[in-house]
């Protein structure tokens, strides 16, 4: 009988002691050849994996060295390492394009290395595309990461090189094929001299995306076991806030530059970055105290839950690691605890049980763990202590005390004597696009009106919407919904709620920078304001009002 293969498989372990060794490389590479069962296969080569790790100092040392540099530099906070890929037939250019860009960041180059790899341990599907791999290590001008954010993005989107990782802190090292095939083609993961305090390692198995390796976990931040679904909202929320998101990327790619991208630009830690983009849900900040429900409410003024999974996600930025599983809580993820490590998985088997010392401990929907990398020991906040510690960071930053009165709708509210402004003389054309509606929309809404179908439909019923159609229908027809997760329902009804939620958040978006000017936010349940009809129609303001708010919205007035 062949093997059930259900998801991606994913781990992570973190040196208590805080002082680099080979074994978590060990660690990492053993854990992607106990996965290979989750991972995907066509015609016996796997989907991809890959390793994100500490920079390997010693290793960085000796290459200094051998440059004529001082190997000190690699323990200098500014020293960076970047781990570049694009396809093996455009060699032309793209070196001199890399150091370019990092040289208009204002990087001094030390040291490149090129294709230090043995390209015949790649299957065939791999060897097809036999990427290019570049290794470049330098200095910045600070030690901010804000100018290697900017390298990064401006060569993925100008110039067709994947940046697998360029940070002050970490490496990526990944391929299409399994862990056996990830070890055979770097050389540096057979070196005895690489030492890493941290290893996250990911096995894939894809169901939306094809198979290359800019597609293959872990990028840069992060690596998951399951999918982003609303992440169309994300990317247009993205580009409202100044992250500029590749459209083309996937949807843990997106996410993945939006870690960068607070890390980077508005200087968030990891931990409060973890917490704004996968949030508790609102039936949990009810309950909280009033500090921290204050902060959770800002948070969702400032961004929104736009990374809906099921996903089971590690994060890691700095010195910071993040294990979470997201609200709907449908991807397991363990935390294991062994003499040497903390470590983290998506199967609890991953490490033998005459390795553990404490039970296992699964995390719960929502739930995150925090791991702050330091010597002489690792520290760990379970949710609790991350939350406070979040709380603490982010009152320095933001005055968000009151926020949490969004959590109920405010109305109802006096209509004043507000009348209709005169209408102009502008095409529907101008009107429309004043309200967000393109020519596209229009469009679609016409085909909808003559058709009373959507013109794109799949998985499912294709006739007429119920409220469009003339004949009889069922009042349960008219209770439609539209979404991605058709095999993923949530495990209770509050995340049911959270997850089909149409709540809305009028008023000001505050801002990231600091600069924050209180203004007035409301609430409401729905995205439908009605407005005060014409006289002539014999309805009274008070009716329109009272309907409005009995549905926990508002009037325009209002």
Request: net charge negative.
């Amino acid at each position: 009988m062949e093997k059930e293969h259900d998801a991606c498989g994913i781990f992570a372990s973190v040196e208590k002691t805080g002082v680099p060794s080979h074994k978590p490389l060990v660690m990492g590479l053993e854990a992607l050849h106990a996965l290979k069962h989750r991972a995907g296969y066509v015609a016996g080569e796997g989907d991809g994996c890959g390793l994100l790790l500490d920079i390997p100092r010693r290793l960085w040392q000796n290459e200094l060295s051998a440059a004529k540099h001082d190997p000190e530099w690699a323990g200098n906070p500014r020293f960076f390492v970047g781990h570049f890929l694009w396809p093996g037939g455009e060699k032309e250019g793209k070196l001199d394009r890399v150091l370019a860009v990092l040289l208009e960041q204002g990087c001094d180059i030390l040291r490149v290395r090129q294709n230090e790899v043995e390209k015949d341990a790649l299957g065939p599907s791999a060897s097809r595309e036999a990427p290019e791999f570049l290794q470049v290590a330098g200095l910045t001008p600070d030690a901010g990461e804000s100018a290697l954010y900017h390298a990064a993005s401006a060569l993925e989107r100008q110039h067709g090189v994947h940046v697998m990782s360029l940070s002050h802190t970490t490496v990526v090292y990944k391929l299409v094929g399994d862990g056996h095939t990830l070890r055979g083609y770097y050389n540096d993961l057979r070196d005895s001299n690489f030492a890493t305090t941290f290893s996250l390692a990911h096995t894939r198995y894809s169901t939306n995306t094809s198979t290359t390796f800019s597609r293959v976990q872990p990028f840069s931040a992060l690596g998951h076991n399951g999918e982003i679904n609303t992440i169309t909202r994300f990317l247009a929320e993205a580009g409202m806030i100044g992250a500029n998101i590749d459209p083309a990327f996937s949807d843990s790619q997106m996410v993945n530059e939006m870690v960068e991208f607070l890390v980077a630009e508005w200087q968030w830690s990891l931990f409060e970055t973890a917490e704004l983009l996968f949030p508790p849900i609102i039936h949990e900040i009810k309950h909280m105290p009033t500090d921290l429900a204050d902060m959770y409410m800002f948070f969702r003024a400032l961004w929104g839950p736009f990374a809906q999974g099921p996903a089971a996600v590690m994060m890691r930025a700095g010195d910071e690691a993040v294990f979470s599983v997201d609200a709907l809580g449908l991807r397991p993820l363990w935390m294991l605890e062994t003499r040497d490590a903390y470590c983290f998985s998506s199967e609890q088997g991953i490490v033998p049980a005459t390795q553990w010392i404490a039970e296992p401990k699964p995390l719960a929907p929502g739930e995150k763990v925090g791991v702050k990398l330091c010597a002489p020991q690792a520290r760990v906040y379970f949710y609790p202590e991350l939350q406070q510690e979040v709380l603490q960071r982010a009152s320095g930053r933001y005055p968000f005390r009151g926020e949490g009165r969004t959590i109920h709708f405010a109305g109802p509210y006096q209509i004043g004597d507000v009348r209709h402004p005169y209408r102009d003389n502008k095409s529907a054309l101008v009107r429309a696009a004043a309200f967000g509606w393109r020519d596209d929309d229009l469009r679609l809404l016409d085909h909808e009106l003559q058709t009373g179908m959507e013109p794109i439909r799949s998985l499912g019923y294709d006739g007429p919407i119920a409220a469009l159609d003339p004949g009889l229908r069922l009042v349960s027809d008219f209770l439609q919904e539209t979404v991605a997760v058709v095999t993923n329902p949530a495990i209770d009804r509050e995340r049911e709620i959270e997850h089909f939620s149409t709540r809305v958040l009028l008023g000001k978006r505050p801002s990231f920078s600091g600069s924050y000017h209180d203004a007035a936010r409301i609430e409401v349940q729905a995205p439908l304001l009605l407005e005060q009809l014409p006289e002539r129609l014999g309805i009274e303001t008070e009716e329109v009002q009272a309907l409005a708010h009995r549905h926990g919205t508002l009037c325009y007035e209002d």
